[in-house]
């Protein structure tokens, strides 16, 4: 029995599941790390901490695993962090700058007002957001004492997540990172996929700093010097999170799309071969190249806060003393009383792109309690995503049919009924909710054969429920009325 392991390097925390050839977790690790906030509005991770939090998930998802039976690794990760480290020595030479860190939104206001930004999205399919790597990058290079010297002359590396792993995994040997984290880096060429001379200049980053730039399935370097894991083992499979959850739910066909619930709730829609340019505050991004030459793009939409707006009810308020609590209370209730909550915490993202927006609850009464505010939030989380996908639909032109979703919040029923009811489709939820994972592990195994095609590998995707839309489309309108009311005072 050939094993392949997917390692899922998320915001919080590292999670390694080794997989059979049937879809069968046969181990599985997670460690956590610390988060470091310098200011406010900065967000940091040391990158020891994460590769340390890897190797001991690794080991704990290893156990009672015939390393020899491994056949391939794939990694998937948190797509816009930006790394910078010593070639030689392997050492950051500044903390990750993760994707929720704001400290670039005066840099990303000035090359607006440059008029810049309809550049930057005609060749990056990404609006000028500090969400993304580029400003991050280009803020280390001018801050970092000697930080822009040594980038010049050659001896620094930068990458995202996918691409320091890679590089640790492979003792050094390998510095690329795969298309789909390339793509949210604000510095490919979307059509090109390439690195954009035009966009190295205008952010300010030497080429001797960047990655090769790889597919997304097939071997690009073998495992040396790693605890637990025999050296030789191809690295195979790499994708950013959200792109990876796409092929773990196997929407491999135009219009086919996925959920992922989160820390926030990231959607993406499979385009084909076309990089479709949105119109509706939409992001374009490569989904996937695979090793046969295949290339799909995908339309995205993020919504910031997802999971994290119940874990604000658990630890801001004090509402509930454990996530898995909210749901029960929020079932104590019939509806939210009129209460409408905007999850804003950290500004809205698609197709509004308000980074100033704050969370807002309106339609608080005397009678509103503890649980129509619970009841409010998950459907905050459930509203802001039919402000995406009906972006979606316009753009791609067709509409929704179905939606997967994944994720840890996911697995709450009164979520997703909601979710289906006030989009008007049919929810899809697999067996195996760890699709991130799942995808890392579908494109490491395709590249290495452990599956032959992609047909086999859909044949492997197993659904556990399946919600359908059950409310009147009156009562939906008027629902959704009353979220745009919201959304305007946020």
Partial sequence: MRHVIAIDQGTTGSTVLVLDEQLQVRGRGYKEFRQIYPKPGWVEHDPEDIWASVTA???KAMEGIDAASVAAIGITNQRETAVIWDRKTGKAAHNAIVWQDRRTAD?????????????????????????????KVSWMLNNVPGMAAAARDGSLA??????YLLWRL???????????NASRTLLLDLKELAWSDELLELLGVPRALLPNVVPSSGPVGTTKGVPGIRDGVPIAGLAGDQQSALFGQTCFAPGDAKCTYGTGAFILMNTGEWAVQSKSGLLTTVAWKLHTGELRYA????????????QWLRDGLGIIKSASEIEELARSVPESGGVIVVPAFAGLGAPHWRPDARAAITGVTRGTTKAHLARATLEGIALQNVDILRAMERDAGRPLTMLKVDGGAAANDLLMQFQSDVLGVEIARPELVESTALGAAFLAGLGTGVWKDLDTVKATWREQRRFKPTTDRAWVKEHLARWDAAVAKA
């Fill in 299 to 310: 339309l995205e939409g993020s919504a910031f806060i997802a999971g994290a707006a119940v």
């Fill in 107 to 135: 840099r990303c206001a000035e090359l607006k007002a440059q008029g810049k930004e309809a550049r930057v999205k005609q060749l990056t399919g990404l609006t000028l957001d500090p969400y993304f790597s580029g400003t």
């Fill in 170 to 180: 492979t003792g050094g040997a390998v510095h690329a990172t795969d298309v789909s």
């Fill in 158 to 163: 930068f990458g995202t997540i996918d691409c």
């Fill in 57 to 59: 998930a690794l080991a």
